[in-house]
């Protein structure tokens, strides 16, 4: 069975590993998370889980979403977020979903929204290059410059890299690692930078990437030089394999 949880990004640190290795990590509050509602595909048309996390007070929820939970039958919750999952007949609605679910050394996809840095020019945004600071460059240093057609299109092409608008994008970070589970605090400790600002709401599932499993003498040429080298390392091909 595929897993998700919806969680809260609390920061980075670093954590050693048995050898005293540093690890940089995101440490993510995740969980607990209640089991809102299940879609079926003979009344919603496909299958899918409805997760509820964050508790709140009944009066900052609209009446439609207030009923929504009522109907399920479990505390008023701020955020929701359904997950496609593989089999889905374990969960019931009103069942609590945990860190645990999770284990050390599991590969996640973590998706989260960036951080927002307003209207940012083209040097923030996309890191072009300034305008040359000497005798009569003015006050247009960082501005984009020319980028218009003359007569024909008279015109800037869709897809020009402009000022404009710079982060709050919904980002997936896919298979990372997970370093450490902790069940008692519902903390998942997540190798890596994971998109968002401290407090963020991000949700993390089971990775789509394929997992090749190496081999046992995987990546060994059958070249009977190369197997000569590794028996005499004093020949060239050793040196160059």
């Not at 993510?28 to 964050?54: N, S």
């Not at 973590?110 to 072009?128: E, L, M, N, S």
């Not at 000497?134 to 015109?155: E, I, K, N, Q, Y």
């Not at 998942?188 to 968002?196: C, H, L, N, Q, W």
Request: proline share 5%; charged share 25%; aromatic share 4%.
């Amino acid at each position: 069975m595929k897993k998700a949880i919806i969680g809260k990004k609390v920061g980075m640190t670093q954590i050693f590993d048995e050898t005293g290795k540093v690890i940089p990590v995101t440490v993510i509050e995740a969980g607990p998370c209640v089991v809102v509602a299940k879609m079926t595909k003979e009344k919603e048309g496909y299958d899918a889980v409805q997760f509820g996390y964050e508790e709140v007070a009944e009066k900052k929820l609209t009446k439609p979403e207030l009923g929504h939970v009522k109907k399920a039958g479990v505390a008023p919750v701020k955020h929701l977020k359904e997950f496609r999952l593989e089999d889905m007949s374990k969960l019931e609605v009103g069942d609590t979903v945990k860190a645990d679910v999770f284990a050390a050394g599991d590969k996640v996809d973590v998706t989260g929204t960036t951080k927002g840095h307003g209207y940012a020019g083209v040097i923030k945004r996309w890191g072009q290059g300034r305008t040359p600071t000497s005798h009569g460059g003015g006050p247009v240093h960082r501005h984009a410059g020319s980028m218009g057609s003359s007569t024909d299109p008279s015109r800037i092409m869709p897809g020009k890299r402009q000022a404009g608008h710079m982060g709050v994008d919904q980002v997936t970070v896919q298979n990372l690692d997970i370093v450490k589970v902790d069940p008692e605090l519902n903390l998942i400790a997540i190798r890596g930078a994971v998109p968002g600002p401290k407090g963020s709401i991000v949700y993390i599932k089971d990775t789509v990437k394929t997992q090749i499993v190496k081999q046992a003498g995987a990546g060994i040429s059958l070249n009977p030089q190369k197997a000569s080298a590794r028996v005499n390392p004093q020949k060239a091909s050793a040196r160059t394999k």
